[in-house]
């Protein structure tokens, strides 16, 4: 495997440091020792021969492909699988060398801001790329931003990041765990080495590292990458919290304490924001959209779950502050408001005084740690047996009921200290950590599909004989009206033990358990539903009604702890959303219930996945920003505030992309300091796996939204370039709906040429693939529609449309529109992103590959029909092409960023032979067994291969939905 490096990196305008290649340099000669002793010679020179398939750029050969796949068509399903093993986990070798290098330029430049006389060094002069605190502040005071604009911002600041189990996350925990280890061996790796080089570290040292990663790596060879069974959705819990535990935890305060400092160095007269300004939100375990699995009770066991992880995170702070706060009422004086409560302790814990008062009786701190620690632990004990919604635990003993109460506790030994003088900064990250995090860890948003309310209402309405016919027959006016005048009544619609069907049951007691959540775990766990396909007001009303008959919302008071949250997904009910939200707006009871709500802040949630399957990329990016305008006036009339939840998904096709460009891109009057997003499946890993990595994406959201905020840049004011956006996006979408849904063939041509039933079967979420189980677009979910495109290196989902609507536009006057889309690159945030997105992942097509699968897979028969298919994309691409590199001005894709262009290569370059070894596993599994012969190997070993090959493929990609 030797070859793999020859994309020769130091002929690129920004080469990889010396360090990172001889990084990539020792796992690919590690991986190839380990390769000889597991697999023998035979494999490594299969390997090498596999790899000689592809062109400088990383994509397949067309004069090669015939050479290629006899190569691979003559291997047998054992070498098959070994040789895809071993792609895949050089991809994932080269990840992690990626992101630890990734990690240590932050932490490299985070130092040297640091240097200088006196004053720190920008970013601008280190030559980093914006997004970092430390850049944004100077910027602003250069600009001459006024200080009390920025208060504002500050004083608002909301950030809310919600971790979705979306199923993309297809590396196994085991996997993630020896990543890690990998990282951390690295690291001690350079620390040896730079140590022999200043004669303080012994060679053998160095070679005991070496030894420790040859030996991780052998493991993992031997290690299965395929989940072993269907996860469970408290697995998926499981995976999810463990980012907070290994990684969040601690970043959080690192956030604040990285804010606080950026914004005194250059505005010392501003307040910082509030501890908690950074927040996390949560859909694993609650999220119940088209996922049978999650049922009230797993939502209930998920709080429990996530209550039971932060107290053990608290334990282990309050054990080290007490190790810390060794001050002695000898030396140093407390407040009295500190010796009071230290009474209130003994009189509430006598068992505790008689144990620590000897040892700690001169020591109020730890005295005073000591009964927290206890009532921590009671309170952890009593969670450990709320295992179901309908259990009772008798309320005894001493325990924390709220996180702030033991938030409140932590803050009196802060101002204990401040007035002696002193500070601690280990009690200081807590403060930051208890208010980020409560006892709740993360807030859960419920999510289910609007059809599902109106079908329960409906079979409730029949029961109970209230309408004079069908709620289902009744118009949109008619069911408003109803609902609304439900919603003002006392009387409660649903009586106790009706005879419902089992979907309606669960969609009752589903509103019940959310009660039953609120009572024991507090209002912040769960304030919000979310209706995901909001077509109208009665979409809404409906769940308003259900909270009503659980009790969550008062018609008298017009109260209520939950806040009930459209999501417009489709182009058309994107289009759709500022009359629904005006239809709400304008209700009294409604405006009064903003009025009295603890937020009074109304939530809006847009989605990137469906509009961009149902209409195509420009389109759907260019819906959503006029979305976000228009939902922004509607509320400025009546008043009220809006917070906007982007649910991004990891790919380009789903919303994806550099979270710090999407933010400014939005319109500038649609942030206002708050934001609310989904991170999804594999952007987990590579966003929270390592602490600098974690800590510059929060800092980089961050600053986005600072920044987005301070500044209005007032392109949402330029009518003539939105209705160019309006043409380019209807061209766009005419195109895109023209190739997907109105060729009759195109549906076959998909699950033909595309691994999209083999994706289905992999056990990599509790969800299945299809909402409603048909084999066809609209039930299809747009993780995998966009998965199986990944695969087979098309990326079709995240470009195709967008060469068609730019070259008409350019053809209608070459000189002054091509100079026009110029300028919109350069000046238009919106623009530039759309352009950036496209640029990335037409770097990443292979046509040479796509074609590959189509020749191989697709039906003799139906060849005829596919073909026509196939040179539409292509001749689409090649537009596409044209038309980015003429507005970027790049001569080659990604030529403005040598760093990702590198990156997209060196991958690229391992992932055509995975390409071909996919293809012939594929053909092989989709044959069809004559009747009467056994075949040379089961359906279950290919179908094993050809999953390791979308693991592979999905590894190399950095991306699968």
Not at 564 to 591: H, I, K, N
Not at 907 to 916: A, C
């Amino acid at each position: 495997m030797g070859t793999i490096l020859s994309i020769n990196p130091a002929a690129s305008a920004e080469p990889r440091s010396g360090v990172e290649i001889r990084h990539l340099s020792l796992v690919e000669s590690l991986l190839e020792s380990v390769l000889q002793e597991e697999g023998g010679q035979h494999l490594v020179d299969l390997l090498r021969q596999l790899q000689a398939v592809c062109r400088l750029e990383g994509k397949a050969q067309s004069v090669a492909t015939a050479e290629a796949a006899a190569l691979v068509e003559r291997l047998d399903l054992n070498a098959a699988i070994r040789a895809t093993r071993a792609f895949a986990l050089y991809f994932q070798l080269i990840n992690i060398v990626e992101q630890y290098h990734e990690q240590c330029e932050k932490k490299r430049r985070q130092r040297l801001t640091s240097l200088g006389n006196g004053h720190a060094l920008s970013y601008w002069e280190l030559g980093e790329e914006v997004g970092s605190l430390r850049w944004l502040f100077p910027y602003l005071k250069r600009i001459n931003v006024p200080p009390g604009r920025i208060q504002k911002v500050i004083d608002q600041m909301e950030i809310r990041l919600v971790f979705t189990a979306h199923p993309t996350e297809i590396v196994r925990h085991t996997i993630r765990d020896r990543q890690r280890r990998i990282g951390h061996l690295l690291a001690r790796l350079d620390w040896a080495e730079a140590g022999l080089a200043q004669g303080v570290t012994a060679p053998w040292e160095v070679e005991a590292i070496r030894a420790e990663l040859l030996e991780e790596i052998r493991l993992w060879w031997r290690t299965d990458e395929l989940h072993q069974m269907k996860p469970t959705v408290l697995d998926e819990v499981d995976y999810t919290l463990h980012y907070f535990q290994e990684v969040l935890f601690d970043a959080v305060p690192l956030l604040y304490e990285r804010f606080q400092q950026s914004l005194q160095a250059v505005f010392p007269q501003l307040r910082p924001p509030k501890l908690d300004f950074c927040q996390f939100g949560s859909w694993v375990g609650a999220d119940r959209d088209g996922n049978p699995s999650v049922t009230p009770e797993v939502t209930w066991q998920t709080a429990v779950f996530q209550r039971n992880m932060v107290l053990k995170k608290y334990l282990q702070s309050i054990d080290r502050l007490i190790s810390l706060l060794s001050l002695s009422l000898h030396w140093s004086n407390v407040l009295p408001e500190l010796l009071e409560s230290l009474e209130q302790d003994k009189l509430q814990m006598p068992e505790v005084y008689d144990q620590y008062a000897i040892r700690y009786r001169q020591e109020p701190y730890r005295l005073k740690l000591a009964y927290m620690r206890q009532r921590l632990q009671n309170t952890l004990t009593r969670n450990q047996q709320l295992t179901h919604p309908d259990c009772v635990v008798p309320l005894e003993g001493v325990y924390y009921k709220t996180g702030a109460e033991f938030l409140a506790e932590l803050d009196l030994m802060r101002r204990s200290l401040q007035a002696s003088g002193l500070t601690c900064r280990a009690l200081d990250h807590l403060l930051i950590q208890v208010a980020t995090f409560g006892f709740i860890l993360a807030r859960l948003d419920i999510r289910q599909e609007s059809s599902r309310h109106e079908q329960a209402l409906a079979e409730i309405a029949e029961y109970v004989q209230v309408l004079p016919r069908s709620y289902l027959e009744m118009t949109e006016e008619e069911r408003s009206a109803w609902l609304l005048s439900e919603l003002q009544t006392r009387r409660p619609l649903i009586p106790p033990r009706l005879p419902l069907s089992e979907a309606t049951q669960e969609t009752v007691a589903t509103v019940q358990m959310l009660a039953r959540l609120q009572q024991e775990f507090g209002v912040e766990i769960c304030q919000t539903y979310i209706v995901s396909m909001s077509h109208c007001l009665s979409d809404l009303l409906e769940v308003w009604l259900l909270l009503k008959e659980a009790q969550i919302y008062d018609p008298v008071t017009h109260r209520s702890t939950v806040q009930v949250v459209p999501l417009f997904e489709t182009v058309e009910d994107l289009q759709r959303s500022p009359q629904v939200m005006e239809a709400l707006f304008r209700l009294p009871w409604y405006r009064d219930y903003l009025r009295q709500s603890t937020d009074s802040i109304q939530e809006v949630m847009l989605g990137y996945s469906d509009s961009n399957k149902d209409s195509g990329f420009l389109s759907s990016n260019w819906e959503i920003y006029k979305a976000q305008r228009a939902l922004q006036r509607v509320a400025a009339q009546y008043g009220i505030t809006l917070r906007f939840f982007h649910g991004r998904g990891g790919s380009v096709g789903r919303g994806g992309g550099p979270t710090y460009e999407a933010i400014l891109a939005q319109p500038g009057d649609t942030i206002n300091g708050r934001i609310k997003i989904t991170e999804q499946g594999e952007v987990l890993a590579s966003k929270y796996s390592l602490p600098e990595l974690c800590l510059f994406n929060l800092e980089n959201v961050a600053t986005a939204v600072l920044q987005a905020s301070s500044l209005k840049l007032g392109f949402d004011e330029i009518l003539p370039w939105h209705e160019i956006m309006d043409d380019l996006a209807q061209r766009s979408r005419r195109h895109y709906r023209q190739l997907i849904y109105e060729q009759p063939d195109f549906l076959d041509f998909f699950h033909q040429v595309t691994p999209i039933e083999e994706i289905s079967q992999l056990q990599i979420s509790s969800r299945p693939a299809r909402r409603k189980g048909k084999r066809d677009f609209a039930s299809l979910r747009a993780i995998p529609w966009v998965f199986s495109w990944t695969q087979m290196r098309l990326l079709l989902p995240a470009w195709y449309g967008l060469g068609k609507a730019l070259a008409e536009f350019v053809a209608e006057n070459p000189e002054e529109h091509l100079k026009l889309l110029g300028y919109f690159y350069t000046k238009w945030p919106f623009f530039r992103m759309v352009i950036s997105k496209a640029e990335m992942t037409l770097a990443k097509v292979d046509l040479e590959m796509a074609r590959h699968y189509l020749d191989q897979l697709a039906q003799p028969e139906d060849k005829s029909r596919f073909e026509p298919l196939f040179a539409q994309i292509v001749e689409e691409y090649h537009r596409t092409r044209e038309m980015v590199l003429t507005i970027t001005g790049h001569e080659q894709l990604l030529a403005g960023d040598a760093g990702l262009q590198q990156s997209v290569q060196l991958r690229n370059q391992t992932i055509v032979p995975l390409g071909f070894l996919q293809v012939s596993l594929l053909k092989r599994l989709r044959q069809p067994q004559p009747a009467g012969l056994a075949s040379r190997y089961s359906k279950n070993e290919l179908l094993r291969g050809a999953l390791l090959t979308i693991n592979g493929i999905a590894a190399g990609m950095r991306n699968t939905g």
